[in-house]
């Protein structure tokens, strides 16, 4: 009974290189939830997907950050020209059911993936 | 601007003190989540309040909403040294179905 799966755990990338996240969601779970971490601000949601849909990217920068979430496989969270600034720990989460409003639906998160920019 | 202001932001105290720490917002919730993060994993949901008033026990931790549903507190009582962690409340505000979530209370509890 596998819960949310994140690998790598820790990624170092040299600014300008690509960093992968994946994410595997609790098995059954249809909803993942992207979310970024740093020490003094705290967990800031990035972007929600569906199977083979985004939801809301609302909180994903523009440029160079991308995610997705096929048919089959991972959900990915992509950074391409990594900077020093997209160092931190990125949380994934999954749900049955999208929380829809009143939060009836438990996220269930992931150990998360710790990004250091040299 | 926090949505959710967590106090205090670090709380290390001795094995068997009580302590509660608090998650406030100007804003009302439709509910409120408390998680507990332990350094390198993710958070982890200890409970979810709903009802205005409401009071959740869990063991030694007991939570409370406030009946206007704008603030929650958790409180331990006779802290152990695996209460260690940080503290996050959440909850969704207005019509997203996003949780925000505050910045957290890190509690240290010495042996």
């Known amino acids: 009974n596998a819960g949310v799966m994140q690998n790598p755990r820790h990624l170092v990338r040299r600014r300008g290189q690509e960093a992968r996240l994946r994410c595997s969601p609790v098995?059954?779970?249809?909803?993942v939830y992207w979310y970024r971490q740093l020490p003094e601000e705290g967990l800031k949601f990035m972007v929600y997907?569906?199977?083979?849909?985004?939801?809301?990217e609302s909180g994903m920068p523009k440029e160079r950050f991308s995610a997705e979430f096929p048919k089959e496989g991972p959900s990915i969270l992509r950074i391409q020209q990594v900077v020093r600034g997209d160092s931190a720990a990125y949380f994934c989460a999954s749900s049955p059911f999208p929380s829809g409003g009143t939060y009836k639906e438990t996220q269930y998160f992931g150990p998360g993936t710790r990004l250091l920019v040299l | 601007t926090q949505l959710l202001e967590q106090s205090p932001q670090f709380l290390s105290i001795q094995e068997g003190e009580n302590l509660t720490v608090y998650c406030n917002s100007s804003?009302?919730?439709?509910?409120l989540q408390w998680y507990r993060q332990e350094p390198g994993e993710g958070p982890v949901l200890l409970v979810t309040v709903v009802t205005g008033g409401e009071v959740k026990k869990l063991k030694r931790l007991t939570f409370q909403f406030g009946d206007a549903r704008k603030d929650s507190s958790l409180h331990i009582t006779a802290a152990q040294p695996g209460d260690t962690g940080l503290y996050l409340c959440?909850?969704?505000?207005?019509?997203?179905?996003?949780?925000?979530f505050g910045r957290g209370t890190s509690l240290i509890v010495h042996p």
């Open positions: 098995k059954g779970h249809s909803h």
């Open positions: 804003s009302v919730f439709s509910s």
């Open positions: 997907l569906q199977k083979e849909n985004i939801i809301d």
């Open positions: 959440a909850g969704p505000s207005g019509g997203s179905y996003i949780p925000t």
